[in-house]
């Protein structure tokens, strides 16, 4: 790493004095203290039987870096990120998240871009957006799991990387209005066969 993108990502760090200078030796690290001590008991037991070594971090709650994304992506840098290890970073502050492989699981074609915008789109933010952290990286661990068994054409990016989660709580106002708009549909259905038939 050139000295000037080291300092770079050094300060991007600095204000992240709870991470350790090292990758930590623990699979799952939950600085925001949101997971269960079950939960993390579980998540770990999961991580260690799967076939690639698993990072995971949450942030704390009232941490969230200005970008989030050169934040992960230094992150990944200073703990030298290879091999088949992945890295999943959660911001439950921002309700973002990131995820990035090391280089060999590219030829698997589960590539950093696949992880961002299939396994994390489909697996972590559903069942983040209802509050399931837990959840969210259980499914999502899994899935880079059943992915990396069945290797696939490399993956080709489309769009911009998915990073977000609504709040918990919007998913709920999305399916009430949904259910109005059926009831409306409904409605006006029956009020226009009765027309149709009186006529």
Sequence with gaps: MARGSESVSNDILSQAKFLPETEPLTAINDYSHTLSGAQIGSLTQQASAVNFKAIVVVLPDDFSPPSFEDFA??????WALSGREVLLLVDTKSHKVFAMGGSPL?????????????ILQREFIPYAAKGDLGGA?????????????HPRAGFTAFGGILRGWPPAGSQLVSCALLAALAAVIVVALVVWRRRARRR
């Design 106 to 118: 590219n030829a698997a074609g589960v590539s950093s871009e696949y992880l961002q915008q299939i």
């Design 137 to 149: 990286i259980s499914h999502t661990l899994a899935a880079v799991d059943s992915a990396l068994a």
């Design 73 to 78: 992506v230094a992150l990944a840098k200073k």
